[in-house]
Nanobody, 124 residues
């Protein structure tokens, strides 16, 4: 059984910062990549960021809407990732989900394991 747990959501003012954390745990579980997605009220879930761990180099990917403002980091050995969110905007308000073990592209929401989500609210 694999569990994915997010933490760190909350309320921030526009222009402020928040940091989300996520850990995926399970006996002998190891994921080659993890991602963040978000879903705003009345909208479909969308890709935010992902990290793919490779021997010798890691790769991070970002949605255009967050590029330059959000930074994803993590430790493969611990299946732990962070999403550092700066210069927050009201349109960043959403439930943020962490996911592990993508079946294919990290950009698609075709991951095997998902967290329950954490609410991020940005007030203008």
């Amino acid at each position: 059984q694999v569990q994915v747990v997010e933490s760190g959501g909350g309320l921030a003012q526009a222009g402020g910062s928040l940091r989300l954390s996520c850990v995926a745990s399970g006996r002998t579980f190891s994921s080659s990549a993890m991602g963040w997605f978000r879903q705003a009220p009345g909208k479909e879930r969308e890709f935010v960021a992902a990290i793919r761990w490779r021997s010798g180099s890691d790769s991070t990917y970002y949605a255009d809407s967050v590029k330059g403002r959000f930074t994803m980091s993590g430790a493969n050995a611990k299946n732990k990732v962070y999403l550092h969110m700066n210069s927050l905007k009201s349109e960043d308000t959403a439930i943020y989900y962490c996911a592990a073990n993508p079946s294919g592209s990290v950009f698609n929401d075709d991951y095997d394991y998902w967290g329950q989500g954490t609410q991020v609210t940005v007030s203008s």
